[in-house]
Structure formats: structure tokens, C-alpha cells
């Protein structure tokens, strides 16, 4: 399985402020997903990233709020902007691995204050 | 730190019981399955898949039971030990124009007692 790599691992921010996660994995990967844990729940997929393409979001989710990056296909970053508390969550990177299936990073555990 | 259990259903296991997590899943064309297990502070981690042509599958102490009949999974641990506890999601894959999307189910917490 792929190995994926996420920073920062935990951030405290003030509202306002952006913050840019970023996401490498240890191969090269098609399709790459980033995903909104909020406190308490499941995981809410955010958008789709694409190596040459602009990223594909779920409802809900708007580029000018959370952009995102994916240059080549083994990097991706995803930036949440103008944070407002509400915005407090786990943000996980994944991946599709050669078996179907999908590894997570570690996420980034991100409050805003 | 903080916890990512606060609103899910609990489940509490004595140490050597077997353990049955359920979970409903909402689209009858998923064709793939997967469970994961979520230690406080990490990603989800891969426990078992299962494909829809299946109706069960097993792996080491965990087993996968598939009903599409009436869209319901279930993860089976067998001789639960301490380090089992933790945060377990199933996951249906999408097909079609949502292929690679994964929909998480809301989540259980297991807390296996010593």
C-alpha cells in the first residue's frame, strides 16, 4: 500500500487565517481525496484532486474556500482560508491503493480560535 | 486531546468476548466494502473489504458479513483485546460518476475492559 506522508500533524490558528496542509505519498497515484472529520463524526469527502485538472468538490464545498493543489502525481495541498472556528476539524488525505482499496494519511488536527 | 467519539454509538466488550459492529449503508449499486478502525490521533486504518458478489468474508480474528438484501454490513471481532478499542467505520465505494468516492458510515467507538 501506498504510504502517504501529511503535515502539519496538528495546527491552532486564528480565525481569519489560512492554513495549507500539505500531502505526499510514497508512489505515484491518479486520483487523490481529501476528506473533513468533524468533531464527533464520520468523514466528509471534500473534493477530488487531479494531477492537471482543476479539483472536483463535493456539495458543500467551495474552491475559494478550501483550494487546492496537486502538481504532480505524488503531492497535493489543500488550504483552508479565511478560518472561522467552525472550521475546527481532522483534514485527511487519501489515496487509492493497488488493491482498491484506500490508505489514509494521519490527518491534521486543526483549531481555530 | 480531543475526541472524535463525542456523538457516536458506544459499544463496551470484556476483554475475550467476540464483538459485532453494524452499520447500514444507503446506495444499492455500492459494489465495494471496507471497514476501518480509527485510533485517537491517526488516520483510519484498513481492517477488511468486501465486494458485492460476496456475502462474507474473513480475515485474522475479524470477519465481514454482507446482507444487500437490506443494505447492512457487519464487522465481526473474535477475542477482542484491549488494543481493538477504537473508532470503526464502514465505507461504501461509488460507482459510476462517483467512482473512488468513498461515503463513511457514521462510526461505532469499541471499548474492550480489561
Known amino acids: 500500500s501506498a504510504v502517504i506522508s501529511q503535515k502539519p500533524s496538528r495546527d491552532i490558528c486564528q480565525r481569519g487565517t489560512s492554513l495549507t496542509i500539505q500531502c505526499q505519498v510514497d508512489s505515484q497515484v491518479t486520483m487523490m481525496f481529501w476528506y473533513r472529520q468533524q468533531p464527533g463524526q464520520s468523514l466528509t469527502l471534500i473534493a477530488t484532486a487531479n494531477q492537471g485538472s482543476e479539483a472536483t468538490y463535493e456539495s458543500g464545498f467551495v474552491i475559494d474556500k478550501f483550494p487546492i493543489s496537486r502538481p504532480n502525481l505524488t503531492f497535493s495541498t489543500l488550504t483552508v482560508s479565511n478560518m472561522s472556528p467552525e472550521d475546527s476539524s481532522i483534514y485527511l488525505c487519501?489515496?487509492?491503493?493497488?488493491?482498491?482499496?484506500?490508505?489514509f494519511g494521519s490527518g491534521t488536527r486543526l483549531t481555530v480560535v | 486531546g480531543e475526541s472524535v467519539g463525542l456523538h457516536l454509538p458506544t459499544l463496551s466488550v470484556q476483554e475475550g468476548d467476540n464483538s459485532i459492529i453494524n452499520c447500514a449503508y444507503s446506495?444499492?449499486?455500492?459494489?465495494?466494502f471496507i471497514w476501518y478502525k480509527q485510533e485517537s490521533g491517526k488516520g483510519p486504518q484498513f481492517i477488511i473489504d468486501?465486494?458485492?458478489?460476496?456475502d462474507k468474508r474473513q480475515g485474522q480474528r475479524v470477519t465481514v458479513l454482507l446482507n444487500k438484501t437490506v443494505k447492512h454490513l457487519s464487522l465481526q471481532i473474535a477475542a477482542t483485546q484491549p488494543g481493538d478499542s477504537a473508532v470503526y467505520f464502514c465505507a461504501e465505494k461509488g460507482s459510476g460518476t462517483s467512482y473512488g468516492k468513498l461515503t463513511f458510515g457514521q462510526g461505532t467507538i469499541l471499548t474492550v475492559h480489561p
Open positions: 487519501s489515496v487509492e491503493n493497488n488493491r482498491g482499496s484506500y490508505t
Open positions: 468486501i465486494r458485492s458478489n460476496m
Open positions: 446506495n444499492s449499486a455500492s459494489d465495494y
